[in-house]
Each structure stands twice: as C-alpha cells, then as structure tokens.
C-alpha cells in the first residue's frame, strides 16, 4: 500500500530542441515520505507505449512506497503519436533533462541514480546508459533484442558498450527477445548483468489467458526482482 504521504507530480520534462511539435514529454514524478532519506535512490522509467500503463504504474507507486525517486515519462515519439522511433541523440538528451529534473533541488538531489524502462523504453535506457548520463544500473522490462520473430538479426551494439550493471526482465513468449538469443547475446556482454523470466508472459510482460496466473502476480515479481537488483548493485 502507498504510504499516504508520498506525493505524485505531473511534470514536463524539456527537450533541448523542439521534435514532432513538442518542446517537452509528460512525466509523473513519485516523491516518497521524507525525502531524501536512506541510500537516496532514483528510478527513471521510460514509457514505450501511453503513459497509462499498469506495470509500470504499478511499478513507480510501490518503489516510492519504499523510499524511492521515481520518474516516469514518455518518449518524444510516443507522446507525439509517432511510429517512427528517435534517434539516440534525442534520446540521450532527455534522459539528460530528466536527471536534471530530479537534481533541480540540489538538498534533495539523489545519490544513485538507476535508468530503465520498458519496450521501446528499455531500448532508450539502453542508448542513455552508454551515453553522458552517470547510471548507477540499467534497467530493462521487455527488452526488444531483435525484430519480431527473427533471432538472427540481434541489435545488440548499445549492449556491448555498456559498462553499468544491467537487468533484463523478460517473458518466455516475447517474439521480440528470444530467450535463446539473449543468452548468446550476454555471452558477450563485458558489464555485469543478471536476468529475470517472467513465465506466461509477452513482449508487453502482459501473461496468457491460459496461464493460470493474476496480474498482480506478474507485479509483485517484477518489483520484487528490480529491488533486489538494485540492493545488490549497491552492494547494501
């Protein structure tokens, strides 16, 4: 349950320069009890699809419940109603912005910073963390490894160049992440990196009707592992 006095914020988080018409994205920024206090951890979560999403709401309210900075926010490309993804200058540049966001308070700037996000949103995190920005972590939910149903062409650059720790949170039915080919992709990975399978589960991490499992279940796991990741990439 959300402590009643964690506070959630529309925000606008600026681009550096004017696309698709806009001059920033929406975001929604999770402010928990007390802040800052404990290890001053901030999540960035992008969105790769609407604002609305259930797991990642899911996802920001219970991290802040648990005395996380959280900032959700969409893409460029997915706010204007674009099909076409930004380029990963773009994309750098608004992770950019959002750091700044969360350290326009510099008494109540975080002290470990994690990046992530899910779908097209995880592809952005990607392109951030080998970019300016100073992740303490990458995380991704539903990374998209490859075109729907071709395991033979991985995009997998970004990766290689990673030095962050990374998280991958997947289901075993995402046509666009071949379990099989992530796990030859990693073999090459020089950062450290854990993954997580969610059974049932699609690109989307949304489970089969067949699956016998509730949503709130894929919920707690995917939080469940994205704490336990960060605690352990703290070293707390």
Same mark, same amino acid.
């Given at each position: 349950?959300?402590?009643?006095?964690?506070?959630?914020?529309?925000?606008?988080?600026?681009?550096?320069?004017?696309?698709?018409?806009?001059?920033?994205?929406?975001?929604?920024?999770?402010?928990?009890? *007390? *802040? =800052?206090?404990?290890?001053?951890?901030?999540? $960035?979560?992008?969105?790769?699809?609407?604002?609305?999403?259930?797991?990642?709401?899911?996802?920001?309210?219970?991290?802040?419940?648990?005395?996380?900075?959280?900032?959700?926010?969409?893409?460029?490309?997915?706010?204007?109603?674009?099909?076409? +993804?930004? =380029?990963?200058?773009?994309?750098?540049? @608004? +992770?950019?912005?959002?750091?700044?966001?969360?350290?326009?308070? =510099?008494?109540?700037? =975080?002290?470990?910073?994690? /990046?992530?996000?899910?779908?097209?949103?995880? $592809?952005?995190?990607?392109?951030?963390?080998?970019?300016? /920005?100073?992740?303490?972590?990458?995380?991704?939910?539903?990374?998209?490894?490859?075109?729907?149903?071709?395991?033979?062409?991985?995009?997998?650059?970004?990766?290689?160049?990673?030095?962050?720790?990374?998280?991958?949170?997947?289901?075993?039915?995402? #046509?666009?992440?071949?379990?099989?080919?992530?796990?030859?992709? $990693?073999?090459? /990975?020089?950062?450290? *990196?854990?993954?997580?399978?969610?059974?049932?589960?699609?690109?989307?991490?949304? @489970?089969?009707?067949?699956?016998? #499992?509730?949503?709130?279940?894929? +919920? #707690?796991? /995917?939080?469940?592992?994205?704490?336990? *990741?960060?605690?352990?990439?703290?070293?707390?």
């Amino acid at each position: 349950m959300v402590e009643q006095t964690a506070r959630f914020e529309e925000v606008k988080i600026p681009l550096r320069e004017p696309l698709h018409g806009l001059d920033a994205v929406s975001g929604i920024l999770g402010i928990p009890e *007390w *802040w =800052p206090t404990g290890s001053r951890i901030c999540m $960035l979560i992008a969105h790769g699809s609407q604002i609305k999403d259930p797991l990642l709401e899911s996802l920001a309210r219970d991290l802040t419940s648990r005395k996380y900075l959280t900032l959700r926010f969409l893409l460029p490309h997915v706010e204007a109603k674009k099909t076409q +993804f930004d =380029p990963p200058a773009v994309l750098k540049r @608004l +992770f950019q912005s959002a750091v700044g966001l969360v350290n326009r308070d =510099p008494t109540a700037a =975080p002290a470990h910073i994690f /990046v992530g996000g899910k779908n097209q949103g995880a $592809l952005a995190a990607a392109h951030a963390a080998t970019g300016p /920005v100073r992740a303490a972590g990458l995380f991704m939910l539903g990374y998209p490894l490859h075109r729907q149903g071709d395991m033979e062409k991985v995009q997998a650059e970004r990766l290689y160049r990673a030095t962050t720790p990374m998280l991958f949170v997947q289901g075993d039915k995402d #046509r666009y992440c071949d379990l099989k080919a992530l796990k030859e992709t $990693l073999k090459r /990975v020089g950062a450290p *990196w854990d993954t997580h399978v969610v059974r049932s589960a699609d690109h989307a991490l949304r @489970l089969e009707e067949e699956s016998g #499992r509730l949503e709130e279940d894929v +919920f #707690r796991d /995917v939080l469940a592992k994205v704490e336990g *990741w960060t605690t352990k990439v703290l070293g707390e």
